[in-house]
């Protein structure tokens, strides 16, 4: 019998630091509740009280999970086994039992706008096949093929389903991925990474699934793109209420590859998350792309030209 694994149970060894970190039970609550204090004032406020609708929904589906079937048990073992992300994304988007999270999303999401109402229209029409076709697009990255209006509701649902997945999950080792960027669980790329400020967690860097919300420990000092470590630069939003280099986000800036990844860092806020403080520094997103950075950190709560 498969006991359901505890937070502190999902690591690769008992030795420090722990490779991995499930995501709390209460994420989504947690992060509902951030982006509504974000908001206060924000340029893009209505759009993070938007999202935190939308995580308040994911914190009630994770809380009362609708009746959708779960991955076979044997086969995540055998993944592991052979050393491949268990909750492989693009082969459980195809099976499809992350669309009964979906209609569970629609039915209890009360819409407050024609556009978000049109969303939910559209996906409630649609057939499996074309929200498979577009669940793979979002997570491949392929924002063109996906309507921008549909991306928050259908990464919500696919947020809300990985992650009830990885947190029922029989407690197993898991490994590294191909790349550093790469989540040991689903196979998903990093969306951000979160420098602790605690314990003997202290000062160590875990990179956020953008799917499934695990965590899992890489170096400092190193590209999650490209592994190098030279030259690496570091950018934050102009903050009057914090000195040069001690800003609660920055981005870690490659120049060898010409990519970044935000980091947040909770010696300087000790309440912040990954993906409400990515949403609420967008700016700095516009800032680094004029200094012709890239972006390869997806949100998937989150469309270019939404």
């Not at 939910?120 to 491949?140: C, F, I, K, Y």
């Not at 990844?261 to 609420?280: F, G, H, N, P, R």
Request: aromatic share 6%; with cysteine.
């Amino acid at each position: 019998m498969s006991t359901v694994m505890e937070p502190d149970q999902i690591q690769a060894s008992a030795s420090s630091p722990p490779f991995l970190h499930p995501p709390p039970p209460q994420l989504f609550a947690l992060r509902a509740e951030r982006l509504d204090l974000l908001a206060e004032g924000h340029a893009l406020g209505d759009y993070l009280r938007f999202v935190a609708g939308l995580c308040r929904v994911q914190q009630g589906l994770l809380d009362n999970p609708p009746a959708a079937a779960m991955p076979d048990p044997q086969r995540l073992q055998l993944c592991v086994t052979h050393g491949l992300a268990p909750l492989a994304a693009d082969s459980l988007v195809r099976e499809g039992a992350w669309q009964g999270w979906l209609d569970a999303l629609l039915q209890r999401y009360e819409a407050s706008s024609p556009l978000a109402h049109q969303a939910q229209t559209q996906l409630r029409e649609a057939g499996a096949g074309q929200r498979m076709v577009w669940a793979l697009a979002l997570l491949g990255g392929q924002y063109s093929a996906v309507p921008a209006a549909l991306v928050p509701f259908l990464g919500a649902a696919l947020q809300a389903a990985w992650s009830h997945w990885l947190l029922a999950m029989p407690g197993v080792e898991l490994k590294p991925g191909d790349s550093l960027g790469q989540c040991p669980a689903c196979g998903s790329p990093a969306m951000a990474g979160v420098i602790r400020h605690r314990g003997k967690y202290n000062g160590l860097r875990y990179l956020v699934c953008a799917l499934c919300a695990c965590e899992w420990h890489a170096v400092r000092v190193k590209c999650v793109y490209c592994e190098q470590s030279k030259g690496l630069q570091y950018f934050s939003l102009e903050d009057d209420r914090h000195v040069a280099g001690q800003a609660p986000l920055r981005a870690e800036c490659c120049p060898e590859c010409h990519s970044y990844l935000k980091l947040v860092y909770l010696e300087s806020d000790a309440q912040s998350e990954a993906l409400s403080a990515d949403l609420a520094s967008l700016a700095l997103d516009m800032r680094l792309d004029q200094e012709g950075y890239q972006r390869l950190a997806p949100n998937l709560l989150l469309a270019p030209g939404l």
